[in-house]
Nanobody
Framework: QVQLVEFGGGLVQAGGSLRLSCAAS????????MGWFRQAPGKEREFVAA????????YYSDSVKGRFTISRDNAKDTVYLQMGSLKPEDTAVYYC??????????????????WGQGTQVTVSS
C-alpha cells in the first residue's frame, strides 16, 4: 500500500504561481513513477505531468508544458508540481498518483495504482 497526501492548493490570480506537494508513505520503494492529474467540474480527469522515480525523466501535457515543472525528492518521498503563469482554465482539483509498473503510458489514468485525495486550485481572472 502507498498513501498519498497533496498539499499546497489554494486561490491565486491569473499569472501567478503555486507549488503543490505530494507526500508519499508506505511501500514507496515499490513506485516506478509519480504523476499529477487534474479534474475540473464536469470534465474528465486529465494528465498534467509525470516523473520516473529513477532517472527523473519527465513528461508534460501540451497545455502545461513550459509553465509547470514536476520534480521529486526521493529522500523525502515527495513530489512537487511548480505551477507558473497560471490561467483560469488551470482551475481544477489536482491529484497526485503513484504507478507501480512501467507497462503503461504515464499519461493515462489506468497507469496508476494509488491516488491522493486531491487539492483544489482556483485561478481567478
Amino acid at each position: 500500500q502507498v498513501q498519498l497526501v497533496e498539499f499546497g492548493g489554494g486561490l491565486v490570480q491569473a499569472g501567478g504561481s503555486l507549488r503543490l506537494s505530494c507526500a508519499a508513505s508506505g511501500r514507496t520503494f515499490s513506485t516506478v513513477a509519480m504523476g499529477w492529474f487534474r479534474q475540473a467540474p464536469g470534465k474528465e480527469r486529465e494528465f498534467v505531468a509525470a516523473i520516473y522515480r529513477s532517472g527523473g525523466i519527465t513528461y508534460y501535457s501540451d497545455s502545461v508544458k513550459g509553465r509547470f515543472t514536476i520534480s521529486r525528492d526521493n529522500a523525502k518521498d515527495t513530489v512537487y508540481l511548480q505551477m507558473g503563469s497560471l490561467k483560469p482554465e488551470d482551475t481544477a482539483v489536482y491529484y497526485c498518483a503513484a504507478a507501480l509498473s512501467r507497462n503503461y503510458r504515464l499519461s493515462v489514468v489506468g497507469a496508476y495504482d494509488y491516488w491522493g485525495q486531491g487539492t483544489q486550485v482556483t485561478v481567478s481572472s
